[in-house]
């Protein structure tokens, strides 16, 4: 006899309440995923510049929030918390991809690596916001981005990236001078080439 | 150094409202005009909301159905992992014990003289003046019979012992394989 046949619970699903319970169910999901699909993607293509990596990142985000155990439950803590929950996924998935390729640090990252050009390039706000995000290093770009696009307090960008509140402060303030003046510098220039 | 304005909080709800710069006092947007902090918040909020926007509107999604059924699959393979491993840890432990049955048994016989490997000898090994051949018969000539009854390093146990010890260790490392 096969020892699964004394094990018929596990393989029915239900061997750990905490593993095989799903966090919310399908149609649930398919709610939250479409109210958050696409801002996670926005977040995920523009702060690596890269589309296809960000499509990649944000299924892996949501196979792996749904998989994990430590998730937040959608009916105990909400939506809010689960979105956060999973920006954090995809930050740390960032993070590990950024990494992956070179054993520096991912502020020694050089900030054109990431300047690849992208196909929404054409749209007007990538114009001006695409090249001065290419001239900022990817921990400002996220950071600008979850505080700006996204409307995150410094308390929730630190619970998603893993950074102290103090330093997010601090940080923030640096990023946003440095992109402030790039965005200036990137007008007058559109203006002088008009 | 970090010095903010104290007027930031009503740029910002104006920009997150969307009320930003229709629904602004002139008073305020004067002072944005002469204010960095708040003039650096009001560009950068609007460059990133555009963006957002743009983004978000030109993206196409997978269906959910299958990001669904693919969180099922992976959690449906770490529960059976997590049960196989102690299986897996009885496998090995079997495996071992088998191990150690096959080395304690060959010394055994080496203890005993290797009695077998002079009975291969004598079926098997040419005769002055005659060519090597293995004689089946052999097996069953009435003195190995009773030689077999009686002791227990005789072929008649011997063969089937290492035998059931090969099928056994066979089917312990298939069983241990078998997950990869």
Redesign the interface.
């Known amino acids: 006899m096969f020892?699964e046949s004394y094990?018929p619970s596990?393989?029915a699903?239900d061997?750990?309440p905490d593993?095989?319970q799903?966090l919310m169910d399908?149609e649930a999901?398919?709610g939250f995923?479409?109210r958050s699909?696409?801002?996670l993607?926005?977040y995920l293509?523009?702060t690596s510049g890269d589309p296809a990596l960000a499509?990649d990142l944000m299924?892996e985000s949501?196979?792996r929030?749904?998989?994990a155990a430590g998730a937040p439950s959608h009916l105990n803590e909400g939506e809010v918390a689960c979105r956060r929950y999973l920006f954090r996924i995809a930050t740390n998935l960032l993070r590990d991809h950024w990494r992956r390729p070179r054993a520096a640090s991912i502020e020694g990252i050089p900030e054109n690596f990431f300047a690849r050009p992208s196909h929404?390039a054409q749209?007007?706000?990538?114009m001006?916001?695409g090249p001065?995000l290419a001239k900022m290093r990817p921990r400002e770009r996220q950071l600008?981005?979850l505080a700006?696009?996204?409307?995150y307090s410094h308390g929730e960008i630190a619970e998603v990236t893993g950074l102290a509140s103090a330093s997010i402060?601090?940080l923030l303030?640096r990023a946003?001078?440095k992109?402030?003046r790039l965005?200036?510098d990137e007008k007058r220039g559109r203006v002088k080439a008009c | 150094m970090l010095k903010t304005c104290s007027r930031e909080n009503e740029v910002r709800e104006l920009v997150e409202r969307g009320q930003w710069p229709q629904a602004c006092a002139p008073e305020l947007r004067a002072h944005v005009e002469s204010c960095r902090s708040c003039a650096d918040y009001v560009l950068i909020t609007t460059a990133f909301r555009s963006a957002r926007a743009e983004a978000v509107a030109g993206v196409t999604l997978p269906p959910p159905g299958v990001l669904w059924w693919r969180a099922q699959l992976r959690r449906r393979n770490a529960a059976v992992e997590r049960i196989g491993r102690p299986i897996l840890g009885a496998q090995i432990f079997a495996l071992a014990i088998n191990l150690m049955l096959a080395v304690a048994f060959i010394l055994w016989q080496a203890r005993h003289g290797l009695a077998w490997l002079s009975w291969f000898s004598s079926t098997a090994g040419p005769a002055q003046g005659q060519q090597a051949v293995f004689h089946l018969d052999s097996f069953w000539s009435p003195q190995l019979l009773s030689s077999g009854l009686n002791s227990m390093t005789s072929p008649l146990v011997l063969i089937p012992a290492i035998a059931t010890l090969v099928l056994l260790g066979g089917v312990v490392v298939y069983l241990a394989t078998e997950k990869q």
């Open positions: 020892w094990l596990a393989f699903g061997a750990q593993v095989a799903p399908d999901f398919a995923y479409e699909a696409r801002s993607w926005a293509a523009r499509e299924q949501y196979v929030f749904l998989s929404a749209c007007d706000s990538q001006t916001l001065a600008l981005w700006h696009a996204e409307g402060r601090l303030f946003r001078r992109i402030a965005l200036t």
